[in-house]
C-alpha cells in the first residue's frame, strides 16, 4: 500500500456545523403558482435552471420542463458552459455556483440560497490547504469538484467522483505523487483501484459518511434479490458490500441497465426522482444510516441541498439577489484545474471510455 494519511487533524464537521435538514411543504396550489410564475421570469430574463440531482422534485422537474438540466457536478457545468443562456441559476450549493462562474465569468449566476454550502467544503479551508500543499511541493495537486473556487485555484486538477479513478491512474502512470483533498473516503477509493502514491486529505461528506456497513449487512438479509448501488464518498465498509460504486450518473445508468427488480442506493435520496423516472417498475430502498451507533443528522438528504426551494428560486428572479462572484485571479487559476478535466473526459469520450463508472 502506497497511500498514507496526511499528517494531520480530521477535518470532518461537528454537529454543530451542520444545519437541520428543512424541506419547504407547499400545497398544490401554491406549487402551481410558484412554477407558472417562475416560467414567466425565466423566460423575460432569459435564465435557465442548473440542477442537481439531490435537490427537491420540483425543482428538478421544472428544470427539465423549462429547457435546464438535472445532473452531476460535471455535467452541470458543461451545461452552464454550453448554454446560450444569459443568466444560469444554480439548484445546488455553493462550490457548484461557483464553478459556473469560473467557467463562464461573462454570465450571471444566481443560487436560490447562498448559505447552501458542502460539508467537504467547509472542511478544506484554502490556507491550511495551501500550507499543506507547500509542504509537499513534489506532488500533484488533485482536488474533488465539492472544493472552493480558492481551493481549486491551488490545485492542478480538479476531479469528480466519475473521473477520479481515471485521471489519478493516469497521473499514477506518468510516476505522479498525489495530494488528494477533501474527501477521505474517495480518496480511500480511488486510491486503492488506481495504487496511485497519495496523501489524503480528512473530510468528509455528512450525508454518504453516515451510511452504516452493519446495518446494510442486515437490510441485505432481509432483500437477498436486491443490488447495492453505493457513491464512492461512502465508507468502505459500505463500499465493500456494492455491486456497482459509481457517480450519481452512474448509479441512475445503472438501475436501468442492471438486470433487478430491487435496489439498496447509497446516496442521497434526492437521487430517487431521477431513478424512479428512468426505470419506475424498480424497487428503490435507502441505505441505512441509522442503527447501532447511529449518529446520523442528515440521514440521507444534504442539509444544504435542501435549503434550494421553488419559493427561494422566485425571489431571486424577482430581486436579482444571490448572486455569485468570484475575484479575477482566482477564476484564471481555478480554470485551468477545471479545464484539464474537461480536456481529459472529452479525450476518455473519443476514446470509448466511460467518466462516469
Ligand atoms: S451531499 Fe455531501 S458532498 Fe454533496 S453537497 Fe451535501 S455535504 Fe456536500
Not at 22 to 31: S, Y
Not at 148 to 154: G, Q
Not at 188 to 212: N, R, T
Not at 232 to 251: L, R, Y
Request: proline share 4%; hydrophobic share 40%; glycine share 6%.
Amino acid at each position: 500500500m502506497n497511500s498514507k494519511s496526511a499528517p494531520h487533524r480530521s477535518y470532518s464537521l461537528n454537529k454543530e456545523q451542520i444545519p437541520p435538514v428543512i424541506v419547504e411543504k407547499l400545497n398544490d396550489i401554491e406549487r402551481i403558482n410558484l412554477k407558472e410564475k417562475i416560467k414567466k421570469k425565466l423566460k423575460q430574463k432569459g435564465a435557465v435552471i442548473v440542477s442537481h440531482y439531490y435537490t427537491d422534485s420540483d425543482l428538478q422537474l421544472l428544470a427539465d420542463e423549462t429547457g435546464g438540466c438535472v445532473s452531476d457536478s460535471l455535467d452541470m457545468a458543461r451545461f452552464g458552459f454550453e448554454s446560450n443562456a444569459k443568466t444560469l441559476v444554480v439548484c445546488g450549493v455553493k462550490f457548484m455556483g461557483e464553478t459556473a462562474k469560473i467557467l463562464n465569468p461573462e454570465k450571471r449566476i444566481l443560487m436560490p440560497d447562498l448559505n447552501a454550502n458542502c460539508s467537504l467544503d467547509i472542511g478544506c479551508p484554502e490556507d491550511e490547504f495551501s500550507k499543506f500543499c507547500d509542504a509537499h511541493p513534489d506532488h500533484v495537486v488533485v482536488v474533488y469538484a465539492n472544493t472552493s473556487a480558492a481551493v481549486k485555484a491551488r490545485a492542478d486538477w480538479m476531479v469528480t467522483s466519475g473521473s477520479a479513478v481515471n485521471v489519478i491512474k493516469y497521473l499514477a502512470a506518468n510516476n505522479k505523487k498525489i495530494i488528494w483533498a477533501p474527501d477521505k473516503y474517495l480518496g480511500d477509493y480511488v486510491q486503492k483501484k488506481s495504487g496511485a502514491e497519495m496523501l489524503i486529505w480528512q473530510g468528509s461528506c455528512v450525508v454518504h459518511e453516515e451510511f452504516k456497513g452493519n446495518e446494510l449487512e442486515s437490510l441485505r438479509k432481509i432483500h437477498p434479490d436486491a443490488k447495492v448501488l453505493v457513491h464512492p464518498e461512502s465508507p468502505s465498509s459500505v463500499i465493500a458490500q456494492a455491486d456497482m460504486v459509481g457517480s450519481t450518473t452512474a448509479i441512475i445508468k445503472a438501475v436501468t441497465k442492471m438486470d433487478a427488480k430491487k435496489f439498496i442506493v447509497a446516496t442521497d435520496k434526492g437521487i430517487f426522482h431521477k431513478m424512479q423516472e428512468a426505470a419506475n417498475n424498480k424497487i428503490l430502498i435507502e441505505a441505512p444510516t441509522a442503527g447501532k451507533g447511529a449518529t446520523c443528522i442528515s440521514c440521507a438528504h444534504c442539509p444544504w441541498m435542501a435549503m434550494n426551494s421553488l419559493r427561494k428560486l422566485l425571489h431571486i428572479l424577482e430581486t436579482g439577489k444571490n448572486e455569485i462572484f468570484v475575484e479575477k485571479n482566482i477564476i484564471n487559476r481555478a480554470r485551468g484545474s477545471i479545464e484539464k478535466l474537461l480536456k481529459f473526459t472529452r479525450g476518455n469520450e473519443r476514446a470509448g471510455l466511460s467518466n462516469d463508472a
